[in-house]
């Protein structure tokens, strides 16, 4: 996600969105360990959209 869509977001709109890229993460790195991931960069922009996520939610607060 890009910095302007992170911004235009709420406080609960970026709770719900960070919880859903950690789960995705998480499944990824099971893919990741068995093999099953083809693309290896999604791992790291999953990590840094819920970097920005939490960032926002924390200027927010």
């Known amino acids: 996600m890009k ?3 992170v911004k235009k977001l709420s406080i ?3 709770k719900n ?3 859903l890229l950690k789960k995705d993460l ?3 790195r099971f ?3 068995n093999g099953q ?3 290896t960069a999604k791992v790291s922009e999953l990590k ?3 970097a920005k996520m ?3 939610l924390n200027i927010k607060k």
């Open 17 to 19: 969105k960070s919880a």
């Open 26 to 28: 998480f499944n990824l």
């Open 3 to 5: 910095n302007k869509e």
């Open 37 to 39: 991931l083809e693309d």
């Open 31 to 33: 893919k990741k360990v």
């Open 48 to 50: 840094k959209s819920i």
């Open 54 to 56: 939490l960032t926002q």
């Open 12 to 14: 609960d709109e970026l």
